[in-house]
C-alpha cells in the first residue's frame, strides 16, 4: 500500500531532551516536507526536501533540523525541544515538487514539558 | 510566506443544505489544490486545477478555479454528515515551498 509512515503517533518529552521522528515513503516521492498544525494557524511548513541530500528551509525552521540522505526517509530532529514546539506534526511527499498533489503521513502528536 | 485568505473560517450547516468555502489570493497563481482533514486524521488530497476558469466536479464537490487564476472554491452540494472535516487550499505561485490556507472548518448538523 502507497503510503507515508510516521513514528511515533504520541510523544511526550521533557525540554531539552533531543528527539528524532522518523518519516518513510514508499512510493519513490522525490519531495518530502515537514509541517506543523496549531489551531487558528493551519499548517505551517518546516523544512523541505526536493530530492535526496537537498534540503530547504520553510517558513518556520527554527528549533529543527532535517537530512534526507536516502530517497525514502525524511526525520525530523529537535536538539533540544522547548514547550513551544508542543504541536502536531505531519511529514508528506509528492512525486516531483508543488505540481504534484501531497500524501501525508497519519502525524504525531509531539508535547514538550 | 504564499499571501492567501480562505474564508469563511466556520461553517455549520444543516445537512442538507450547500456549502461553499473560497480562497484567494493577492498574486496569480500557477496551480490551486484542495485537501480535506477530517477530526483527527491528516489531510488528504482531492483536486488539483490549473486552468483558468477550470471546473471539476467530485461527485457533490465542485471545484472552480477563477478566470484571472487568484481565486478558487469548493463547493458541497446536499452536504451529508461525512462530509464534516476542515477543507484547505493549497496555491501555488513560484518556487517550490508548500504552502496552505488556514482552512474552512465544516460541521454538519443532522
Known amino acids: 500500500e502507497a503510503q507515508v509512515t510516521q513514528n511515533p503517533r504520541y510523544l511526550i518529552t521533557v525540554t531539552g531532551k533531543k528527539l528524532t521522528v522518523t518519516c518513510s515513503q514508499n512510493m519513490n516521492h522525490e519531495y518530502m516536507s515537514w509541517y506543523r498544525q496549531d489551531p487558528g494557524l493551519g499548517l505551517r511548513q518546516i523544512y523541505y526536501s526536493m530530492n535526496v541530500e537537498v534540503t530547504d528551509k520553510g517558513d518556520v525552521p527554527e528549533g529543527y533540523k532535517v537530512s534526507r540522505k536516502e530517497k525514502r526517509n525524511f526525520p525530523l530532529i529537535l536538539e533540544s525541544p522547548s514547550p513551544n514546539q508542543t504541536s502536531l506534526y505531519f511529514c508528506a511527499s509528492s512525486l516531483r515538487g508543488r505540481n504534484y498533489g501531497y500524501t501525508f503521513g497519519s502525524g504525531t502528536r509531539l508535547t514538550v514539558v | 510566506g504564499q499571501q492567501v485568505m480562505q474564508i469563511p473560517q466556520y461553517q455549520h450547516v444543516q445537512e442538507g443544505e450547500d456549502f461553499t468555502t473560497y480562497c484567494n489570493s493577492s498574486?496569480?497563481?500557477?496551480?490551486i489544490q484542495w485537501y480535506k482533514q477530517r477530526p483527527g486524521g491528516h489531510p488528504v488530497f482531492l483536486i488539483q486545477?490549473?486552468?483558468?476558469?477550470e471546473v471539476k466536479k467530485q461527485k457533490r464537490l465542485t471545484f472552480q478555479f477563477g478566470e484571472a487564476k487568484k481565486n478558487s472554491s469548493l463547493h458541497i452540494t446536499a452536504t451529508q454528515t461525512t462530509d464534516v472535516g476542515t477543507y484547505f487550499c493549497?496555491?501555488?505561485?513560484?518556487?517550490?515551498?508548500?504552502?496552505f490556507g488556514t482552512g474552512t472548518s465544516l460541521t454538519v448538523i443532522p
Open positions: 493549497a496555491p501555488a505561485n513560484t518556487g517550490n515551498q508548500f504552502y
Open positions: 486545477l490549473v486552468k483558468s476558469g
Open positions: 498574486t496569480t497563481l500557477s496551480n
